[in-house]
Every structure is written in C-alpha cells, then in structure tokens.
C-alpha cells in the first residue's frame, strides 16, 4: 500500500500496490503494521456499505459528536463517486477546508478520513456503492451533519439537482454545527 497524504491534516489517499499475472491482480488493502507504521488509527470495529440507485445522489456531510468520533476507511465497490472530507477540527490548520477525490470500482483507492472530519459523497454513476471501516462503532445519539451546500466551505459539487434525503437537506451550516477542539 501506499500512504499519500492528503491536503487536509491527517487525511491519506492510499493505493493498491498490485501484484499483477495472466489471471488479475492481488494487493493487500489494509495492514495494521503499516497503518501503525503511518501514525494512523487502525481498530476498526465495524463495517459498513452504502448502495445508491442513482446517479446524482448525494449523502452527507455526516459525522459523530464527540466521544463518538469516528475515524473512516472508504473505498467504492461498484460504481463511481465523488468523495468529499470537511476538516471539523478547529485547532486543526485545515480547519473548514475540504478535499474530493473520485472513487471508483476500477481505481480500488481508499481514503482515510481522520475522527473530526465530515465525510459525503456524490455518486457518478448509477450503482454506485461505498465500504466503509469505521471506528468506534456508529452510535445514532452522537450522528451529526453540516450543510452540503454551506457557501463557507463551499464545495464543488460535480453534478447539478443532487438527490438528498430530508436530513441531509435540514444540516445545519458549518458556523453553527457542532465542531471538534
């Protein structure tokens, strides 16, 4: 594997390295050692997918209230999207800022997304499907949201009319949502 550190702090990219013959590919997605070896959180407790029927969907921006934190491995299964972070951590030099990357079936890319960070994603493509590693394990009391369409964050949408649900719809903006120390 390897480790790309993303413009937000804390945050990887990290990719496949394949071992490739006539018959495809192998490549080891997740090592503790090495994620240890990276300073990075590696007890995940729980594992998660999320199926999209069609393209333009959009979910998030979703995070969960400290203690409940949520550090995030995700990486698509089927489809394609446009995987969105949101640094939360206000005494983080990224602060507010955020970062995309496109997932894909094909590309087998992984994003580490660090606890105090929002996560959401635009699909692609119809099908669209995401895993996720997650640590510690979802807890409904502590699920929490800012606003897809907040214009301080100001996010780059690539596809016009997203198709939401009423919660993501209601998220509070980044100024008045619950942030990390």
Request: glycine fraction near 8%; aromatic fraction near 10%.
């Amino acid at each position: 594997m390897r480790f790309v550190a993303l413009p937000i702090s804390g945050a990887f990219r990290i990719e496949l390295e394949r071992r490739e013959d006539h018959r495809g590919f192998f490549a080891r997605t997740f090592c503790a050692g090495e994620f240890g070896a990276q300073g990075l959180n590696a007890t995940f407790v729980q594992q998660s997918v999320s199926f999209n029927a069609r393209k333009g969907t959009l979910r998030g921006l979703h995070y969960q209230a400290d203690p409940h934190a949520e550090t995030k491995l995700v990486r698509c299964t089927a489809g394609a999207v446009f995987d969105v972070l949101v640094d939360l951590r206000r005494s983080s030099p990224t602060f507010g800022r955020w970062h995309a990357e496109t997932l894909t079936a094909d590309n087998h890319t992984t994003l580490y997304i660090p606890a105090g960070c929002a996560h959401g994603f635009q699909t692609l493509q119809d099908g669209s499907e995401l895993l996720y590693d997650i640590t510690p394990a979802y807890v409904a009391e502590a699920a929490r949201g800012v606003a897809y369409d907040d214009a301080v964050i100001a996010i780059d949408w690539p596809l016009p009319h997203p198709i939401l649900s009423e919660a993501d719809r209601a998220r509070p903006l980044l100024a008045a949502a619950e942030t990390f120390a």
